[in-house]
């Protein structure tokens, strides 16, 4: 039994330490370096003015809320039924591959491979919340 | 077969087109991703970087299994024009000029067959107004899946299709390229290379992979293995009789691409190998033809208009191993070229004007390009260089109609100017008609819905 507990001690301990030190990574992504990325990578397709859609929908409130729950765009069926909540994990994941996390999903972005640069990303995306 | 080109433009006019919600929802591409056409496509049947993103995933982004919006139709019609009438019809039951006709009309499946998987399809049927008869068209089924080499994104998959780069991602190769327009009432020059010959008469199987090498570069690969349909198969589709081909015929492609901001540049290369049998013949001794090209797209492309240009340059080399002991040419090896510049200009997406260069030169034989009247050679030479001007107009951009809302056009005028064909400027045929003879005005308008 202790055995246990202390297995399922360690595997917490691990858990936690991985998501701190991953909390780090992003905590560590630039905000700078990430808008520079949006420029380049996602600026054709997204804007960042509320409300405004282009090829694909406004990305200005979009950290912390549902998936494809930005108003006035015709979001796919694969996305809409993908539950997601976007955070830090789910944008990480998405991102460095549209395709494969939400199959079916109509952004046609091969995907972001370098986990710093999808990092700066994500925190230039939280930093156009409550702009 | 020229008519593989009206695949594109259903989805084309989509692109162009379609501006209301209304408008985007019925034909299949724009109707299952929910955007405009013009996402995809400026002008037609040209692909902007999602559109090929779009192909290249597999045709499913934003769909999931096949629905009514899946489903398209498309109708080209107009009033041909030659510089001189040719003797007997520009077709037969065609006048000898200042002919109507509705060359094309098409119907179309496109988009996802099966989502979750990667699997979709472009699969086209066409009605030939001039030829009278119904025939299979451009077909694309394709199973595409994202993975990971050496931490790159990569786009990996495996089509069966019916013509050689009808897969492309980009407008130099034949299936896509220039003329984006061909008028079937026109007098086609002689010569002719496998690489366009062989669309819609063959059957494939390929696999292809895109590596996103940076974040802005992306190296493509293709290789495709086509069979010729069987006779019968070839009448059952309308595409008959059959080409006469020994055994497989690989087609291979190569491409780098690299983008920033609104701008792409494309450079790749492209072949095909086949042995085909004599005329006549089905078995026994083959020639051996091998096409070998490269061709370069430019794009730029802003909200409010657009530039692109091709060039694509593609050497054939024949070795007529069977049909020069036949006597059905005059030398044993022959070379067939051609080169075709082309470069667009769309403006606030109404307004798209398009020139190009085309030029066709080889060999002289006598055996492959006889003297005939209109059709043929005086002096045995493929020699064909062309300019051709286009105009469009999208009337209904912001929506069509309000009977008909969900209706898109395209008004087109085409002209095409001849500086040689069949080998000379004047007297090509030996029967005293000249190159400009054939100069051709083509005006109409493509409808979808």
């Known amino acids: 039994m202790l055995k246990y507990i202390q297995k399922a001690a360690i595997w917490t301990g691990l858990t936690a330490g991985f998501v701190l030190s991953a909390g780090q990574a992003w905590a560590a992504g630039n905000t700078a370096a990430g808008a520079q990325l949006f420029q380049s990578q996602c600026a054709m397709c997204h804007a960042t003015t509320p409300g405004m859609a282009g090829i694909g929908p406004s990305l200005a409130g979009v950290y912390g809320e549902p998936a494809a729950s930005t108003a006035g765009y015709d979001f796919s069926p694969a996305l809409k039924s993908a539950h997601l909540v976007w955070n830090v994990a789910t944008l990480n994941k998405f991102l460095k591959s549209p395709q494969s996390t939400v199959p079916g999903t109509k952004m046609p972005y091969s995907g972001l491979p370098s986990v710093g640069q999808r990092a700066d990303l994500i925190a230039y995306l939280v930093s156009l919340k409550g702009k | ?449």
């Open chain 2, 1 to 449: 077969m020229r008519n593989h080109l009206c695949l594109a433009l259903p989805v084309a006019l989509l692109a162009v087109l379609a501006s209301t919600s209304v408008a985007r929802s019925i034909p299949a591409f724009a109707a299952q991703t929910g955007e405009p056409c013009s996402a995809c496509h400026i002008g037609f049947p040209q692909l902007t970087p999602y559109g090929r993103e779009f192909k290249l995933e597999g045709y499913v982004a934003g769909g999931s299994v096949p629905g009514y919006k899946n489903f398209a139709a498309m109708s080209q019609a107009g009033f041909t024009y030659l510089h001189s009438k040719v003797p007997g019809g520009l077709a037969p039951e065609f006048p000898s000029n200042n002919a109507w006709s509705v060359q094309q009309t098409s119907v179309f499946y496109g988009g996802a067959l099966y989502a979750p998987i990667g699997l979709g399809a472009f699969i086209q049927g066409t009605y030939d107004g001039v030829a009278h008869q119904f025939h299979w068209d451009n077909l694309d089924i394709r199973l595409a899946r994202p993975t990971e080499l050496a931490d790159k994104p990569v786009f990996y998959g495996f089509t069966v299709n019916n013509a050689p780069s009808v897969t492309d991602l980009w407008n130099a190769p034949p299936a896509w390229g220039y003329p984006f327009i061909p008028d079937s009432l026109a007098v086609g020059n002689a010569a002719e290379q496998q690489i366009s010959a062989l669309a819609q008469s063959v059957l494939g199987v390929g696999s292809y992979a895109a590596v996103n090498v940076t974040l802005n570069d992306m190296v493509y690969s293709e290789v495709d293995l086509y069979r010729p349909l069987p006779n019968h198969t070839a009448y059952a589709l309308g595409v008959g009789p059959e080409v006469s081909v020994a055994g497989v015929i690989p087609y291979w492609r190569f491409a780098l691409q690299h983008s920033w901001s609104a701008n792409s540049i494309e450079v790749g290369t492209l072949g095909l190998a086949d042995n085909p049998y004599p005329a006549g013949f089905s078995q026994g001794p083959t020639d051996h033809l091998r096409d070998l090209g490269a061709d370069a797209q430019f794009q730029w492309i802003k909200p409010n208009q657009a530039v692109s240009a091709q060039a694509l340059f593609i050497h054939e080399s024949q070795d007529w191993a069977a049909s020069y002991p036949l006597g059905a040419t005059q030398n044993l090896h022959d070379t067939l070229n051609t080169l075709t510049l082309t470069a667009s200009w769309l403006g606030a997406q109404k307004f798209g004007v398009t020139e190009s260069y085309n030029t066709v030169f080889g060999s002289r034989d006598k055996g492959l390009y006889a003297a005939a009247p209109v059709s043929g050679s005086a002096n045995g030479s493929p020699l064909t260089n062309s300019l051709t001007s286009e105009l469009d107009y999208y009337p209904w951009n912001e929506g069509g109609p309000a009977i008909f809302p969900w209706v898109n056009a395209k008004l087109f005028i085409e002209n095409t100017t001849y500086l040689r064909f069949n080998g000379r400027a004047r007297n090509y045929d030996g029967a005293g008609r000249s190159a400009t003879a054939n100069d051709i005005l083509f005006t109409g308008i493509w409808l979808v819905f």
